[in-house]
């Protein structure tokens, strides 16, 4: 194992890791202030469309997500560090793999019940059969 | 960690196809090929090593969230003649818990700066107004859910607002477990100060507040932005 | 005070539990008096308990594991032979445990045999094989094996303090919700495998952190193992498949503890919601089993034929692509519930396209075998008999992927007899594979090859005895599951199968004996160089066993195979390579962190199932307080002076000098 001081590698960083060396204080403390107010304009954003007519009805569940994975998105980039550097490859390539399974799972299931909620008998059918 | 001498040249790789660059091992530029923790620079170092295992976690840690999203998804309409989201949801205590839990995130991230400084002090005041916002979270989710089961609405009425239950109190679970280690972060950095392995456990520690939040981001818009619509 | 705990819970009116019970408890106290009378246990607390090396975890994961498939194994030849005599008879289990018998043979075998195994092979072999000292986390690598542990420990509990479910190994819902299932049976389960899971998490985090991110300096991605590939691909789905699992049960729990309505039949819970989800985690489980398992193939095909892996690109490639598809199909466990055909198609279709990537290997491993020089050691006896066996299960596999094949058969003895070939052919004689090729790795002395050929063809014929006629008995329209019969149709096949089950005992009384004579014999059968089988790989430049810290230097690596490389070059030269220079190694201290959170998650587990309530907030209190004190330590490494690794490494220049310098002259 690799002896351990404030070692930091020319090549490979870790996700959430703030490089001092390059960051002053102000400059730290601007990025997650304009993440910050972001995330503050998006949120206030989801809860406007809900209550407004602005979006057509419809739409609004869509405009929701795609507010959220705005608001993800700033999470990631000013308060988790997280950037397409190329010594951030395997961080990246971890949270696509996460973001996949992640689809496959809701996605699938939705799918799948969705099917099986409409070719199964209403349930007070099924109470009544059970009797 | 030294190598092995060795006086033969680079022996030509059996398995390289073409003349070209072995692309997957070389990364986006040949400087990363040997930088440690890619390709063939060695072992990273201990603070990538636990950063990333850490992040792993946290991706492992919102498939399970996942699972839950889509019982409450599949679940959403399954009131059983009993309240709906519409019936229940108190909007201005949902307004402040995504404050609170925004602020705190924010928070979170100045003690990160603040440790980047080495700064004792404003560490401290920094992780403890974290802490606070994070409490005052919990305690506005406690009563919402408090007044929901004194409604008769609590999670044994309808699968509805047994998912709802489930995957809001997941949550709210994950931020009391994370109240916890704040607590013995803060004492841990106040006696033992900046070691390196206390430096490594704060990264986690806001890797782990900031997912939180990304989890309720994605949690009031399905759970309650959306099922409002229902 | 003791919540549901009385004196009744224990089986007294029933004999079979009682006896195997009282066995057990016999021969665990025996155990451990003998271990404390000999004086072993300061040297077992300091040497394996508290250990996280990755070679002991890896040796006790597996120990566990094959202790626990002599268990399963137990409960197999219980089944086979109560349907072997219950035909229009009522057999000699009654109904009731009968069920509890297919439900824990299930349970065990896939989370506390076959998982601990193949995890186990993983720990021991892969760090070696990435050429590097441990893996990422060693601390959370022990809390990891204890918390498996705790879960084996918990179901085998359940044999005689309560009951086990009765639900199949899947408890599904409402026959698993609380009116169907009262009793503490189905609660055994659940926190069995919630306990476990988190272990199981924990490994794949580990591995995955390891394979990607500490290799030893020139290991590119493409110049690593196929196993280790194999295991980045396991231990990814195992992040991405456990927590599903860990979802589903916690919900289930729910349901069970606070009333909630997830799977219930009232106030609008969904069971097919529980089967959608468990299948979720389902299928990507049984490629994590397989997935290492054709790994461990492919390792030693390649050394006994004396070749490299025939297309190692197209390896790595099938092994990623089924890593994704395994992800795609899980729908095909229950195609009869009623999805409609678009579902179904899709899901037949994915179903079907992921045998390409096997098809890939199989074809790989023949390639690599033909024109190469094959010593027919029992590690690649094994590797054979899967090659031919697997591809049947496989086939019967594609056939079961086609729906309307599927409505007939599903819930058969077809299928039954369909994955226990696969995970028989894959998996177990994967591990029997792995265990005899890297024993003397671990242990410094190769087992009998006599008794390990015998263990090989009495499995091998056994194996087709017992399942070739449940194929027969399958599509005779056989359901599984079943305690009597009636169909006279069917009986012929259930006698054969009854047969074969004797001679599947016969061969693991040949594996206990294997092991005996082994030990036995130990001096006769030493490795002295730390490379017996003529290997390939770099665990086999180390010492056998090797030392704490695995490597005095970490490799240079400079191409694929490079441990082969290493060997031609001082064949060649008639030399070793020059004496590196030695400094001293930090490894890791050990800790006793594991094993005390899995002690006091046993306590945690045991009281939420008995309703103990006092005992479980204890429990979680104590729990964290060891996270705490864990986190406190203040010295987690300790230093090995330069001057002891220089004598390791000394010694194991000479025993391989010895060899080249009696092999002189003897071509490459």
Known sequence: MSHETHRRDPGDVGPGFMDAAEVTIREGIARYVIGFVLACVLTAASFYVLNTSLIWGPGIPVALIVLAIAQMGVHLVFFLHINTAPDNTNNIMALAFGVLIVALVIAGSLWIMDHLNQNMAPMHQMMQMQR | MSATDTPFERAADPYRVGRGRDWLSEGAGRGYVYATGHGEGGPASKRVIVGFGFWIFLLSDIVMFSAFFAAHAVLQTATAGGPSGRDLFNWWSIVAQTAFLLVSSFTCGLSAVATEARNQLWTQVALLVTGLFGLGFLVLEGRDFAAMVMQGAGPDRSAFLSSLFAVVGLHGLHVSAGLLWLGTMMAQVFVKGFRADILRRLVCFNLFWHALDIIWVALFTVVYLIGLGR | ???????????????????????????????????????????????????????????????????????????????????????????????????QIFSAHGTIMIFFAAMPIIIGLMNFAVPLQLGVRDVAFPTLNSTSFWLTATGALLVNLSLVIGEFARTGWLV?????????????????????LLISGVGTL?????????????????????????????????????????????????????????????????????MMMFINLIWTWGHPEVYILVLPAFGIFSEVISTFSGKPLFNYRS?????????????????????????????????????????????????????????????????????????????????????????????????????????????????????????????????????????????????????????????????????????????????????????????????????????????????QLRD????PWDGRSLEWATASPPPPFNFAVLPNVQGAEPYWGIKQRAIETQQLSA???????????????????????????????????????????????VFVWFAWRDAVEYSIPAEEVARYDRERRRARAQWLAQHAGQPA
């Open chain 3, 1 to 99: 005070m003791f919540g549901k705990l009385t004196w009744d819970v224990i089986p007294w009116s029933q004999p079979i539990p009682l006896v195997a019970g009282s066995v057990v408890v016999l021969i665990v106290l025996a155990i451990l008096a003998w271990v404390v009378l000999k004086g072993y246990l300061p040297y077992l607390w300091r040497e394996w308990i508290t250990s996280v090396d990755h070679k002991r975890i890896g040796v006790m994961y597996t120990l566990l594991g094959v202790v626990m498939l002599l268990r399963g194994f137990i409960d197999a030849i219980m089944m086979r032979s109560q349907q072997a005599i219950a035909f229009r008879a009522a057999g000699y289990l009654p109904p009731e445990h009968y069920d």
């Open chain 3, 202 to 270: 924990m490994t794949g985090i580990n591995f995955v952190t390891t394979i990607l991110k500490i290799r030893a300096p020139g290991m590119s991605y493409l110049r690593m193992t196929i196993f280790c590939w194999t295991a980045l691909a396991a231990n990814l789905l195992i992040i991405a498949a456990f927590p599903v699992l860990t979802a589903t049960l916690g919900m289930l729990a729910l349901d069970r503890y606070l009333g909630f309505h997830f799977f219930t039949n009232d106030a609008g819970g969904n």
């Open chain 3, 579 to 625: 004496e590196p220079r030695y400094e001293p190694i930090e490894m890791p201290r050990n800790s006793p962190t594991g094993f005390i959170t899995a002690f006091f998650s046993t306590l945690t587990g045991f009281a939420l199932i008995w309703h103990i309530w006092w005992l479980v907030g204890l429990g979680i209190v104590a729990a964290y307080a």
């Open chain 3, 315 to 523: 390896m790595v490639a099938a092994t990623m692509f089924i890593c994704l598809v395994s992800y795609l199909v899980w729908m095909h466990h229950f195609f009869t519930m009623g999805a409609g055909a678009d579902v179904n198609a899709f899901f037949g279709i994915s179903t079907s396209i992921i045998a390409v990537g096997t098809g890939v290997k199989i074809y790989n491993w023949l390639f690599t075998m033909y024109g190469g020089r094959i010593r027919f050691a029992t590690p690649m006896l094994w590797s054979m008999g899967f090659l031919v066996t697997f591809t049947i299960g496989g086939m019967t596999g594609v056939l079961l992927a086609v729906p309307p094949a599927d409505f007939l058969l599903h819930n058969s003895l077809f299928l039954v007899a369909h994955f226990h070939n696969v995970i028989i052919a894959g998996v177990v004689f994967a591990a029997f594979a792995g265990i005899t090729y890297w024993f003397p790795k671990a242990f410094g002395f190769k087992l009998d090859e006599g008794w390990g050929k015998a263990a090989f063809w009495l499995s091998l014929f056994g194996f087709y005895v017992v399942f070739m006629p449940l194929y027969v008995a399958g599509l005779l329209g056989m359901t599984r599951r079943l305690q009597h019969y009636e169909v006279a149709a069917w009986r012929p096949w259930v006698l054969i199968a009854g047969i074969g089950i004797v001679i599947m005992m016969a061969a693991a009384a040949c594996q206990v004996i294997q092991f005996v004579v082994s030990i036995r014999r130990r001096d």
């Open chain 3, 172 to 192: 599904y819902p409402p026959l698993s919700e609380l009116p169907y299932s009262p009793g503490v049976g189905v609660d055994y389960y659940l926190w069995a």
């Open chain 3, 528 to 531: 002295e160089t730390g490379d």
